[in-house]
């Protein structure tokens, strides 16, 4: 059984840093894609960051510049770097694992999901 476990949450003071860690259980870890999602109450989930296989990453607009995703294929673990933090950061964060598997023109979708770990941005 597949498992994400994150950690590494907290309550922190704006400007402050926090470092978030995901443990994946997953087969093949370094042939996924790996993800930092966040929601805040009454928001939907959005993306933060991603890392490919190959490490290239994505951030969204509202993070770049503060946060950094990486990834240790030899521990399984993404992170995410979380730095000047403010407090519309505030929110449920998660992480996902993802991968596409075409054979023989049969199309398989792994997708998996941490429960997710909480940062409060707060004086």
């Known amino acids: 059984q597949v498992q994400l476990v994150e950690s590494g949450g907290g309550l922190v003071q704006p400007g402050g840093s926090l470092r978030l860690s995901c443990a994946a259980s997953?087969?093949?870890?370094?042939?996924?894609?790996l993800g930092w999602y966040r929601q805040a109450p009454g928001k939907q989930r959005d993306v933060v960051a991603t890392?490919?296989?190959?490490?290239?990453?994505n951030y969204s607009d509202s993070v770049k510049g503060r946060f950094t995703i990486s990834r240790d294929n030899s521990k399984k673990t993404v992170y995410l770097q979380m730095n000047s933090l403010k407090p519309e950061d505030t929110a449920l964060y998660y992480c996902?694992?993802?991968?596409?598997?075409?054979?023989?023109?049969?199309?398989?979708?792994?997708?998996?999901w941490g429960q997710g770990t909480q940062v409060t941005v707060s004086s």
């Open positions: 890392i490919t296989g190959g490490g290239n990453t």
């Open positions: 996902n694992a993802n991968r596409v598997v075409v054979s023989f023109g049969k199309r398989t979708d792994y997708d998996y």
């Open positions: 997953v087969s093949f870890f370094g042939l996924y894609s």
